[in-house]
């Protein structure tokens, strides 16, 4: 591992940490996020519990990845379908795939953006948790943005895709023949954009496309960014 790579993982930690420590109180519904930088949140909310510091938290995982790293850390999940939930979180802590300056982000490259979706729509309180690297003037240039569709309607939606100018591509997984399946069940599509845009609107564009489940853009609400800068400090939110 080069030593950019250690920073980044370094930072990864700094941030999810000072997320969970500031964002979590006992009592409350947490959605725990899905990927590298969102797992320290994890771990510190672990440490809390074990610890005493915190207590009686209901915790919702956003994917099986986040499920298993709760089940590894001894924390017990349940669902928003749990009375006690009601489907409503107080807070989510998750990553993300970019952040643009207007506090929008892009979401899905662990294949779980509907599931994040769902929780980061159900939350009064949505914690984004990234490295410096991940901010961006314009989403979806240099990352792609997902897109989850039913397997039936793969086909009209690519064409959909392809008639809107988008460069698409069918994900495929690692170690396992054949096309990425998400955790509900649906395949991913990976859209670049050819120029910026308008993500507010083309996030409810998207997903009027019959077929699409969710698009990987989450710009119809606001964020609280936990930035891990390169010199080892956490930019937060202002109180």
């Known amino acids: 591992m080069s030593r950019g790579e250690r920073g980044i ?13 500031r964002c979590v109180r006992s009592g409350m519904r947490v959605g725990m996020g899905t990927g590298s930088t969102a797992v320290w949140a994890i771990r510190t909310i672990a ?3 074990s610890g005493g510091s915190l207590r009686d938290i209901l915790a919702v995982p956003t994917s099986s990845q986040a499920e298993f790293e709760c089940f590894d850390a001894g924390i017990p999940t349940t669902s928003l379908a749990d009375p006690r939930v009601g489907g409503h979180l107080d807070i989510v802590i998750d990553g993300a795939d970019e952040v643009d300056a207007a506090g929008h982000v892009t979401k ?11 929780c ?3 939350a009064d309180r949505v914690a ?5 690297e991940k901010h961006v003037e314009h989403l979806g240039l240099a990352f792609p943005i997902p897109v989850e569709v039913v397997p039936f309607a793969l086909a009209p939606v690519r064409s959909a895709l392809l008639g809107r100018g988008l460069e698409v591509t069918l994900r495929h997984g690692s170690g396992k023949m054949g096309p990425v399946v998400t955790d509900n069940g ?4 990976d859209v670049r954009l050819p120029e910026p845009a308008d993500v507010v ?7 009027s496309i019959p077929g699409v489940v969710a698009a990987g853009i989450f710009a119809a609400r606001t964020f609280d960014i936990f930035t891990a800068e390169s010199d080892g400090s956490v930019t937060e939110p202002a109180s």
């Open 201 to 207: 609107e083309l996030e409810r564009e998207l997903e």
């Open 47 to 49: 440490v809390a519990l």
């Open 108 to 118: 899905g490259g662990g294949a779980a953006l509907l599931r994040e979706k769902v």
């Open 128 to 132: 984004i948790v990234v490295t410096r």
């Open 9 to 21: 993982d370094a930072g990864k930690r700094r941030a999810g940490e000072a997320a969970a420590g």
């Open 186 to 189: 649906n395949y991913l599509f």
């Open 120 to 122: 980061a729509y159900a």
